[in-house]
């Protein structure tokens, strides 16, 4: 049945339900031939969307289809993370801390920079504490505008609510402060830090799909003056539960990959 014909006889069986109503067999007809419509648009939608491409603001060229699907399979992952029992997660999550400070990367860090974990994310306060403890440098983002910023935090208390609810720091001493100070007292010093980040969804060649504002990709092509200058060795770890890693997500040139995913199955 062509589209036309399939939009004739909807309106056929729609005027019919009005004038006369319709038989059990003609309402089963209706519902059928609706969703094979609906499906029909939605599949003529995509083939448009997959002829589109955008410039965003960076300059970068994101097709419309691929953006599409992004937005779906990071609901799909968020619905996957935030269906787990408060239980499961923070299993999972002393899981994944315990993983991450058996790393070299974590071991041989000066400094953490950790995100502070919101609702259904991977919880970072027992890596944060454990990090202080072992006399590391830690920093957590905070939004400022469309960027955020890493600023030093010396126990949890420091933390308050922030943007959208999440804990942040006071703007006191950021990240980049510490840079200066450091290439200031020991310019020859090369500082290692470890940098952990959330997200939305993963897949096994470790692309990711963030929460869709971006920060972290701007965040990282900002700072990456410091690792070209020879300042920092920076690892970058994204935190995930294994429910959010697929075999495969769309992804754009533009989009951070980090050196490792870790879940509370291991590594990536």
């Not at 060229?61 to 599409?68: E, H, S, V």
């Not at 999550?93 to 991450?100: A, L, M, T, W, Y």
């Not at 942040?168 to 950021?174: L, T």
């Amino acid at each position: 049945m062509t589209v036309e014909q399939m939009t004739a006889r909807i309106n056929e069986l729609y005027h019919k339900s009005q004038a006369e109503g319709l038989s059990e067999a003609e309402k089963e007809e209706q519902s059928r031939l609706r969703q094979a419509y609906v499906a029909n648009v939605r599949a003529n939608l995509r083939g448009q969307l997959n002829q589109i491409s955008i410039v965003e603001k960076d300059g970068s060229i994101t097709n419309l289809g691929d953006k599409k699907s992004k937005d779906s399979v990071r609901i799909r992952s968020l619905k996957r993370r935030d269906a787990l029992t408060k239980q499961d997660r923070t299993r999972y999550s002393q899981e994944i801390v315990q993983q991450v400070i058996t790393l070299s990367c974590y071991q041989e860090a000066d400094i953490l920079l950790a995100y502070a974990s919101y609702r259904s994310e991977v919880e970072t306060y027992g890596l944060i504490r454990q990090a202080l403890s072992d006399n590391k440098l830690v920093f957590v983002p905070r939004v400022e505008g469309q960027d955020m910023e890493f600023y030093q935090i010396q126990d949890l208390s420091c933390l308050h609510d922030g943007y959208r609810g999440i804990p942040e720091p006071a703007p006191d001493s950021s990240y980049p402060d510490c840079l200066v100070q450091n290439r200031l007292t020991s310019s020859d010093s090369i500082l290692h830090v470890l940098l952990c980040m959330p997200g939305a969804a993963f897949d096994k060649a470790r692309h990711r799909i963030g929460y869709g504002g971006g920060f972290y990709d701007r965040y990282l092509e900002k700072t990456e003056i410091y690792q070209n200058q020879g300042q920092v060795h920076l690892t970058t770890a994204a935190l995930a539960y294994s429910c959010q890693i697929w075999d495969q997500i769309p992804w754009e040139s533009h989009d951070v990959i980090p050196d490792i995913v870790m879940t509370e199955k291991g590594g990536i």
